[in-house]
């Protein structure tokens, strides 16, 4: 059986078809990334510290620069050549707690990009039961104190729902939620970093200590015999009782100085456990002072810095992202079509529920209506595009802010290594002289040219010169981490897949 399709019908849906080819006119600005002044290369470029290598040297390779929110973490603790040190990064990535958080935020990022996106589509629900209705006389028109009515009715129906996209609204909102995902997945890459530039900072912190704490202990082991000869000279009166306690207070002042220094191993080996994810109780690693490490890397240029670093890209995409919600926010001064309708079968009898001529529909909203234009609000839209605008105007403070410091952690870092050489040459130069003058000074002594006072300066002055030895060269593998880290990581040892 045909039924005729009445002409007003004919009309909405030709009015509905105008309004979807609108659909898509969004009222999004055209992001524009904040000027910026970008060097063409660091002040701190170009010295021995960074970019002079000797010819037997292979320093490794960087990746090519790409987004970082793109890019997997690379393995650039491998540099190093410290198998431990490979171990430990890899267990901090599969245990550390900051890790898990970093990847908990993306999954929950991407859920809600989801859910935005599931925002383009129509909404289906299908339902089933009884209602029971009782209407007054009055309501069916036959005036007051008439007889009430009471209808039970049998419905098997499904409705459907859509917003139609007409200026942007829905489509501003899905560019938004991805823009957040893609910031959450650089957050995550940067966190990633955090975690492997301090374990790698902590671990060698840990070696340095190492290294201190061996050397005091060969001095204080030496001040011990020194000490015990001094007593078996004083017994025989070749010497005055005061050497014997200057011998004494300095053996003293060493063992204080080797307890403290193994309070600061012991914090910096309970942090190594923390970001490892395991409790410190229990938690040890086999004694081995630090070596020399003499890493070189090439800093690159300035601008690779702005798609290297994680957090610079997580910053741009937290600009992309108001960006989009400001469109969001102008689209609520345009109206807004709702498509609804339902389909399915009303009965008073479940038994004559499934009959055809039960059939029921209804097209349009039940309340309200399909199109709606806002007109007054006393302003609050006006102060929403504000507020969105502001957000917006922050983020773009932000990204510079983040390139600044950017720029200025890769320039510290430079300075530190090249510094931090040139400091080590002098160091090694102070640390022999002294060790010669000590080794004087106690000869003298023991032929009676000098007092024992001389001895004591020169053994504090190379134990002092041999343990800022130490500590700077702690220092130069540190500052090296933080090169790579204030670079984006992106580094590859000779060798290494990437």
Known sequence: MKYPIHRHAIAGAAAATALLLLSGCAL???EQRPALEIPSAYGEA????VSRLAPTEDPGRWQPA????RQPPSPWWQV?????LMTLEEDALRANPDVFIAMARIRRARALASRSQAERLPELDAGFGPTRQRSSGASAGRGDGAAASTQTLWRAQASVAYEADLFGRVSSSVAAAQADTARQQALAHQMLLLVQADVAGTYFSLRQLEGELRLLRDTVGLRADAAALLEQRVSAGAVASFVLD????ELFAARAAQLALEQQHALALHALAILLGRPPAGFALAVQPLQAVDVRLPAGVPSALLERRPDIAAAERAMAAENERIGVARAAFFPSLSLTGSLGYESAELGNLGHWSQRTFLLGPLVGTALSLPLFDGGRRRADIEQVRAVYEERVA???KTVLQAF???EDALAAMRLLDARIVEQRGAEQASSRVAGAARSRFDEGDVDYLMVVDAERTLLGNRQSLIQSEGARVRATVDLVRALGGGWQAPGAGG
């Open 408 to 410: 200025g952690e890769v």
């Open 398 to 400: 932000q990204y510079r």
């Open 80 to 84: 190093f050549g410290d198998p431990l």
């Open 246 to 249: 200057q011998a004494r207070a």
């Open 66 to 69: 790409s987004p970082a929110d």
């Open 46 to 49: 170009g010295q021995a510290a």
């Open 28 to 30: 999004t600005p055209l």
